[in-house]
């Protein structure tokens, strides 16, 4: 079945700066592969999503790129807030239509 | 609309009682999952639903838990009897589609002693 590795598991950055968190999945049919951040005290919510038919995909600050071939994804904070500091989760849907998640990164900004 | 509701967010208790938990997922929306998260074992789906019928209940611990979905808008995951080791934050969240974008509850925390 599907397997999904992230690191790395704490991030620390300086106010400004870009962060990035990466993630390898194994089965290569997976097609759906969002981040979630989870703030202190909440649910994840979904930050930003990309499907395996794009290589990447921007929202603001936030971007995601996906190499299919080497079967992994990355998130991309520019200019990273206060604000950002959070857990962040990957995820990959397996062929079951099942999120299987990554372990979690933890992302503190540092003023 | 106000999300995926969960009650309680906190439950304390001790071992060998019954814990019931509650969700309400976001209206017109036809899969329903249930996640538990702790520091050593992450984000598990213990079960997920669709149009009320659950689907896989494979990452159900052991048969002390159970999840029922009556209708479309109530779930519940009860565990009898609890244990200290079942202490954790437990989800619930809901998609319009079993592969559409999960919507997270706040979480119960449930602390078992």
């Known amino acids: 079945g599907e397997n999904v590795e992230q690191h790395p598991s704490t991030l620390s950055v300086q106010e400004g700066d870009s962060a990035v968190i990466k993630c390898t999945y194994s089965d290569s049919a997976s097609n759906y592969f969002p981040w979630y951040k989870q703030e202190l005290g909440k649910g994840p919510q979904l930050i930003i999503d990309?499907?395996?038919n794009v290589g990447e995909k921007k929202d603001q600050r936030i971007a995601v790129t996906l190499n299919k071939t080497a079967k992994h994804f990355s998130l991309h904070i520019t200019e990273t807030q206060p604000e950002d500091s959070a857990v962040y989760f990957c995820a990959a849907k397996d062929s079951n239509y099942q999120l299987i998640w990554g372990a979690g990164t933890k992302l503190i900004i540092k003023p | 609309d106000a999300g995926v509701i969960q009650s309680p967010r906190h439950e304390v208790t001790e071992m060998g009682q019954e814990v019931t938990l509650r969700c309400k997922p976001i209206s017109g929306h036809n899969s329903l999952f249930w996640y538990r998260q702790t520091m050593m074992r992450g984000l598990e789906l213990l079960i997920y639903?669709?149009?009320?019928?659950?689907?896989?209940d494979s990452g159900m611990p052991e048969d002390r838990f159970s999840a029922k979905m009556p209708n479309a808008s109530f779930s519940t995951l009860k565990i009898q009897p609890s244990e200290p080791r079942d202490s954790a934050v437990y989800f619930c969240a809901s998609s319009s589609h079993r592969d559409g974008t999960q919507y997270f509850g706040p979480g119960t925390r449930l602390t078992v002693l």
């Open positions: 990309i499907r395996s």
């Open positions: 639903f669709n149009n009320n019928v659950p689907i896989d």
